[in-house]
């Protein structure tokens, strides 16, 4: 069975950063985008950064400049390292990937989630 394991949320000052981590477990045969959403209280989940299996990347506005998503694909693992933390920025944020298990379909994972709080 595949499961997404994050981690790396936290509490942080604005202006400064955090480094969230997703590995990819059980038996896969191949993973194609990896991402990360975020939802706020009261607000529809909403993607963040994008990055596909040959390191294209894809942005938020509103993130652009400030975070980085990456990938190390020998460890089945998504990145994203915010910098320049604002208190908008808090949310509860979600890896996602698009994976290809052994023995069965492609589909869509999610992680559990990690709580990011960004004080003013």
């Known amino acids: 069975q595949v499961q997404l394991v994050e981690s790396g949320g936290g509490l942080v000052q604005a202006g400064g950063s955090l480094r969230l981590s997703c590995t990819a477990l059980?038996?896969?045969?191949?993973?194609?985008?990896m991402g990360w959403y975020r939802q706020a209280p009261g607000k529809q989940r909403e993607l963040v950064a994008l990055i596909t299996n040959g390191g294209g990347t894809n942005y938020a506005d509103s993130v652009k400049g400030r975070f980085t998503i990456s990938r190390n694909n020998a460890k089945n693992t998504v990145y994203l390292q915010m910098n320049s933390l604002k208190p908008e920025d808090t949310a509860v944020y979600y890896c996602?990937?698009?994976?290809?298990?052994?023995?069965?379909?492609?589909?869509?994972?999610w992680g559990q989630g990690t709580q990011v709080t960004v004080s003013s």
């Open positions: 996602n990937a698009d994976i290809h298990p052994y023995n069965n379909y492609r589909q869509t994972y």
């Open positions: 059980g038996n896969i045969f191949s993973i194609n985008d």
